[in-house]
Nanobody, 129 residues
Framework: QVQLVESGGGLVQAGGSLRLSCAAS????????MGWFRQAPGKERTFVAA???????YYADSVKGRFTISRDNAKNAVYLQMNSLKPEDTAVYYC???????????????????????WGQGTQVTVSS
C-alpha cells in the first residue's frame, strides 16, 4: 500500500521561505517520478514541480527561480524548498507519485494530474501580505 505523507506547511509572510517534505512508503521510490501540486480555494489542482526517476526536473512557470524540488532516494523522500513566497502561492500542497514505475519523464506528461496514481493528504501553505 502506497502512502505519501506531507509535512512542513504553515503560515509565512510574503518574501519568506518554507520547506515541504513528503515521506513515501510502499513503492520502489527510486523508480517513480515524484511531483508537487497545489490547490487554492475554489480552483483546480495545478502542477508545481516534478523530480523524475531519471533525475530530470520540471517546474511550472509560476514558480521557476523561486522553488526547488529535490529527492533523496535513500530516505524515500521528496522536498520542495519554497523561497520568495507570494500571497498567490497560498494553497494546499500535495505530494504525488507517478502511476507507474519508470514511466516517460517528459514535461507534457508529468504536468498532468492524470499521470499520478498516488497522492498525499496535503499540507496548507498560507502566505500573508
Amino acid at each position: 500500500q502506497v502512502q505519501l505523507v506531507e509535512s512542513g506547511g504553515g503560515l509565512v509572510q510574503a518574501g519568506g521561505s518554507l520547506r515541504l517534505s513528503c515521506a513515501a512508503s510502499g513503492l520502489t521510490f527510486s523508480s517513480y517520478t515524484m511531483g508537487w501540486f497545489r490547490q487554492a480555494p475554489g480552483k483546480e489542482r495545478t502542477f508545481v514541480a516534478a523530480a523524475g526517476w531519471a533525475a530530470n526536473i520540471y517546474y511550472a512557470d509560476s514558480v521557476k527561480g523561486r522553488f526547488t524540488i529535490s529527492r533523496d532516494n535513500a530516505k524515500n523522500a521528496v522536498y520542495l524548498q519554497m523561497n520568495s513566497l507570494k500571497p498567490e502561492d497560498t494553497a494546499v500542497y500535495y505530494c504525488a507519485a507517478d502511476a507507474d514505475a519508470r514511466s516517460p519523464s517528459r514535461y507534457s506528461r508529468l504536468s498532468l494530474r492524470e499521470s499520478y496514481g498516488y497522492w498525499g493528504q496535503g499540507t496548507q501553505v498560507t502566505v500573508s501580505s
